[in-house]
């Protein structure tokens, strides 16, 4: 029973990697995002612009609240999604969208 679900997800992992080329993934960094909004909600947002890989919101370890930014992985659209979402408003809250940039080490 085991390798039949291990088998079963590794290929559907397979599939996955066949069709998405991490090089070609776009990082999206999304912020002022309103408390309410949930990972889902915001996966919906951007789906519309192109292939959503995954969308996170950022939240506190502690008390596991939303930091009020999150992070989308687009396969396709991320230009066009930032360009239609920048500035847009979205449960009151003006959001602030742009291409991610790597983490200063210092």
């Known amino acids: ?16 990697l066949h069709f ?10 999304v912020g002022n995002i309103s408390w309410g909004l949930t990972d ?3 996966e919906n947002l951007f ?4 292939n959503v890989v995954p969308a996170k919101i950022i939240t506190d370890k502690m008390t ?3 930091r009020g930014f ?8 991320g230009e066009a999604a930032i360009e239609a ?4 408003e979205v449960d009151g809250r ?3 969208v742009n291409e991610s940039r790597p983490r200063d080490k210092s």
Request: charged share 25%; aromatic share 14%.
């Open 40 to 42: 889902q909600d915001l």
């Open 64 to 66: 596991n609240r939303s």
């Open 94 to 96: 003006s959001l602030v």
């Open 70 to 77: 999150g992070f989308v992985e687009m396969s396709d659209g």
């Open 47 to 50: 789906a519309e612009h192109g």
């Open 1 to 16: 029973k085991l390798s039949k679900y291990f088998f079963t997800n590794f290929s559907i992992f397979n599939v996955r």
């Open 20 to 29: 998405l080329n991490k090089d070609k993934l776009m990082n999206i960094y």
């Open 85 to 88: 979402l920048n500035e847009t």
